[in-house]
T-cell receptor
Framework: GAGVSQTPSNKVTEKGKYVELRCDPISGHTALYWYRQSLGQGPEFLIYFQGTGAADDSGLPNDRFFAVRPEGSVSTLKIQRTERGDSAVYLC??????????????FGEGSRLTVL | DAKTTQPPSMDCAEGRAANLPCNHSTISGNEYVYWYRQIHSQGPQYIIHGLKNNETNEMASLIITEDRKSSTLILPHATLRDTAVYYCIVCGTGKLIFGQGTTLQVKP
């Protein structure tokens, strides 16, 4: 079966522009997570959806970052007024339950964002 | 979530067992120990998890001390393809918090 799919795989944009990154989770997975990873660092948690709602958005760095999952499947991470410091690999993961002590996440290959 | 401590890097000879340690001295009673790995330019991959008992699957074994304050991931016969960053994570809320992990280099 298909894994977690992320598009685009690479995105180059200019400072100040708006960017959308898309994640298609594994079919039937109710939980969806966004992480970002800078070079040489471990993945940094951004936001977690349980169904359509954001169950935990404590990792979003500021109000330029926003994520939606309107139908409980596909999710879009939106970044407004991009800054050079936003350059990173943005990882999406999904899991069957997303409840406590259910940490078997399936990750996509990531979207590499470069802000010039 | 409890914090974990891992050595930044380790080497292992191909075909030998790789033993990756992790300290999690502040782990709570309902928190699991998870191991993930990340091969260069790929997303993290789940390996194994456990609560109290030792666990084994087709990829690895997980040994958790009786006091649960530390654990060891064992790759029984390391191959060159096992070269990766290995993350030990303590999770109690469904949200995985990654540290820096251990970079394992398997050498021929």
């Amino acid at each position: 079966g298909a894994g977690v799919s992320q598009t685009p795989s690479n995105k180059v944009t200019e400072k100040g522009k708006y960017v959308e990154l898309r994640c298609d989770p594994i079919s039937g997975h109710t939980a969806l997570y966004w992480y970002r990873q800078s070079l040489g660092q471990g993945p940094e948690f951004l936001i977690y959806f349980q169904g359509t709602g954001a169950a935990d958005d404590s990792g979003l760095p500021n109000d330029r970052f926003f994520a939606v999952r309107p139908e409980g499947s596909v999710s879009t991470l939106k970044i407004q007024r991009t800054e050079r410091g936003d350059s990173a690999v943005y990882l999406c993961a999904s899991s069957v339950l997303g409840q406590a002590n259910t940490g078997e996440l399936f990750f996509g290959e990531g979207s590499r964002l470069t802000v010039l | 979530d409890a914090k974990t401590t891992q050595p930044p890097s380790m080497d292992c000879a191909e075909g030998r067992a790789a033993n990756l340690p992790c300290n999690h001295s502040t782990i709570s009673g309902n928190e699991y120990v998870y191991w993930y790995r990340q091969i260069h330019s790929q997303g993290p991959q789940y390996i194994i998890h456990g609560l109290k008992n030792n666990e084994t699957n087709e990829m690895a074994s997980l040994i958790i001390t009786e006091d649960r304050k530390s654990s060891t991931l064992i790759l029984p016969h390391a191959t060159l393809r096992d070269t990766a960053v290995y993350y030990c994570i303590v999770c109690g809320t469904g949200k995985l918090i990654f540290g820096q992990g251990t970079t394992l280099q398997v050498k021929p």
